[in-house]
C-alpha cells in the first residue's frame, strides 16, 4: 500500500513539474514574441495555450503586437515618402525633436555641411552655429509664427546666408507637436551681389565726387576771381579743370564699357589671328611709353595662330596690364611679355621684376576700382577700373585671367585663350 501511494505521489509530482515547465516556456515564449514584436504562432502553442486557459491572452497580444507593425509599417512608408519628397528639394530641410535633437534631413543639408549621413545624436545648436536661429526655433515652439529670419553661418571656412521657415508639425489627437520642420534657403549669391552692388555704388560715388568737387572749385575760384589772377595762375587752373574732366570723361566712358561687357550686349567681333604678331604691334606702340632705364623683353611661342580673338579687345587688356605695371613700376627695370602654346590654348604672360603685390591683394587684384597703392594709382589717372574690364574680356572669350606675385621679387599677369572659336558682331 505503501508503495502505491509513494508512486502515485511521484506521479502527481512529475505532473506538476511537467506542467510547470509547460508553462514556463509558454511564458518564455510569448515573451520574446512581445520583445521581438513578433505574432506569437498560436498553431504552433495553441494545444499549450488551451490546457492553461491563456489562449485569448496570447490572441490579444497577437492583435497588439500585428497592430503595432502595421502602425509601424505605415510610419516607416510615411517616413520613405517624407525622405522622398524633401531629397528632391533643393532646399536643406531638417526635422527636430523638442530636445534640439536632428532626427531627419535631407540630402541637400547633408551635402551643404558636407556629411555623408546624419551622425547620431546630432543636435541642431551642433549643426547651425547661430544664436539668432537657435532663438527663432524657440519661438516656433512657443507657437509665434516668426516671420521667416535671414541668417549667417560659418560652414568651414566659408560664411553663407540663409532665409530660414519653421514650422510646427501637426500630431494626430494632440494640439502639441514634438517635432518641428526647418527650411534653409541658401541665399549666399544674392546677399554676395547686394554687398557688391553697394560698395559698387560707394565707390562710383567716390570716384566721380572727387573730379567733380575739383572741377567745380576751381571753376567757382574763376568766376569769384577772375580778374585778380594771374596769367599763370589761370593757366594751371585750367590745366587742372582739363585734368580732372579727362579723369571724369574716362571714368564714365570705362563705367560704360564694364556696363556692356557685364549685360546682355556681349558679343565679340573675332577672327583668328596670331597673338604673337598682335602683342608685338601693342608692344612696340608701348615701347616709347617705356621709362628710361626699364628694360622691355618679348619671348613668343610658335602655334599662337589658332585662336579666335576679338582684336581691339585683347589689345585694350594687354594696354590695360601694361599700364598697371607702369603705374606701380617702382624698381621695376624688366618687363617681359610672352606667350605660351598649352594643349587647350595660348596663354599670355606679363612679367616685371618690381616691388610685387602683398599676398592679401592678390585676390582683389582684378575688382572694381580695387587698388593696391591707391594713391599713387589715383595721382597716375587711373580709374580702378582696367583690369576688371580686362576680366571680362577674357571672359567673354572664354578664358580666364591670372595673377601671381612675390613681394621684392616679381609679378606676373597675365591670361589664357582657348582655341575654341567665339564668333560675332562687335561689343
Known amino acids: 500500500m505503501g508503495i502505491v501511494l509513494w508512486s502515485l505521489l511521484l506521479v502527481v509530482v512529475g505532473y506538476l513539474f511537467w506542467r510547470q515547465h509547460r508553462l514556463a516556456r509558454l511564458v518564455q515564449d ?6 521581438d514584436r513578433r505574432a506569437y504562432l498560436v498553431d504552433h502553442g495553441g494545444d499549450l495555450a488551451v490546457d492553461f486557459g491563456m489562449d485569448r491572452l496570447v490572441g490579444v497580444c497577437n492583435e497588439l503586437l500585428e497592430e503595432n507593425e502595421r502602425v509601424s509599417s505605415t510610419g516607416r512608408s510615411y517616413l520613405d515618402q517624407i525622405n ?3 531629397g528632391s528639394l533643393r532646399e536643406a530641410v ?8 536632428v532626427i ?4 541637400a543639408l547633408l551635402d551643404l555641411f558636407a556629411l555623408k549621413s546624419l551622425p547620431d545624436g546630432q543636435r541642431i545648436e551642433g549643426l547651425i552655429r547661430n544664436a539668432d536661429f537657435l532663438e527663432y526655433v524657440q519661438q516656433i515652439r512657443r507657437g509665434l509664427q516668426p516671420p521667416q529670419t535671414d541668417i549667417e553661418v560659418q560652414i568651414g571656412k566659408t560664411t553663407r546666408w540663409f532665409e530660414v521657415a519653421g514650422a510646427l508639425l501637426p500630431e494626430q489627437g494632440n494640439n502639441r507637436s514634438s ?11 544674392q546677399k554676395r551681389l547686394e554687398k557688391v552692388r553697394t560698395e559698387f555704388v560707394a565707390n562710383v560715388s ?10 567745380k572749385g576751381f571753376v567757382d575760384t574763376l568766376i569769384d576771381d577772375l580778374h585778380e589772377i594771374s596769367p599763370e595762375e589761370l593757366e594751371r587752373f585750367l590745366l587742372k579743370i582739363q585734368k580732372n574732366s579727362v579723369r571724369l570723361h574716362n571714368l564714365l566712358e570705362e563705367l560704360l564699357l564694364l556696363s556692356r561687357l557685364e549685360g546682355n550686349d556681349r558679343i565679340l567681333k573675332t577672327d583668328k589671328v596670331a597673338i604673337s604678331l598682335l602683342l608685338a604691334e601693342i608692344v612696340d606702340n608701348f615701347s616709347m611709353r617705356v621709362p628710361e632705364g626699364v628694360k622691355l623683353e618679348t619671348k613668343w611661342a610658335e602655334g599662337d595662330d589658332k585662336v579666335a580673338v576679338d ?14 605695371i607702369l603705374r606701380h613700376a617702382r624698381g621695376v627695370s ?16 606679363i612679367e616685371d621684376d618690381g616691388q610685387g603685390i602683398p599676398p592679401a591683394d592678390l585676390p582683389h587684384v582684378f575688382e572694381r576700382f580695387y587698388r593696391v597703392d591707391k594713391g599713387r594709382s589715383r595721382e597716375s589717372g587711373g580709374t580702378g577700373l582696367g583690369l576688371s574690364i580686362a576680366k571680362h574680356i577674357i571672359m567673354l572669350h572664354g578664358g580666364e585671367v591670372q595673377v601671381e606675385s612675390r613681394v621684392g621679387e616679381f609679378t606676373r599677369m597675365g591670361f589664357f585663350l582657348p582655341f575654341r572659336a567665339s564668333v560675332g558682331d562687335g561689343v
Open 206 to 215: 567716390h570716384e566721380l565726387r572727387t573730379p567733380v568737387t575739383i572741377i
Open 104 to 107: 531627419l534631413a535631407n540630402q
Open 84 to 86: 522622398a519628397t524633401l
Open 94 to 101: 531638417l526635422m527636430a525633436d523638442n530636445q534640439n535633437q
Open 311 to 324: 582684336s581691339i579687345r585683347i589689345t585694350q587688356v594687354v594696354e590695360n596690364m601694361l599700364d598697371n
Open 334 to 349: 624688366r618687363i617681359l611679355v610672352e606667350t605660351r602654346v598649352e594643349p587647350e590654348g595660348v596663354r599670355v604672360l
Open 179 to 189: 517635432l518641428t520642420l526647418f527650411v534653409l534657403h541658401d541665399v549666399t549669391r
Open 30 to 35: 510569448l515573451t520574446h514574441s512581445l520583445r
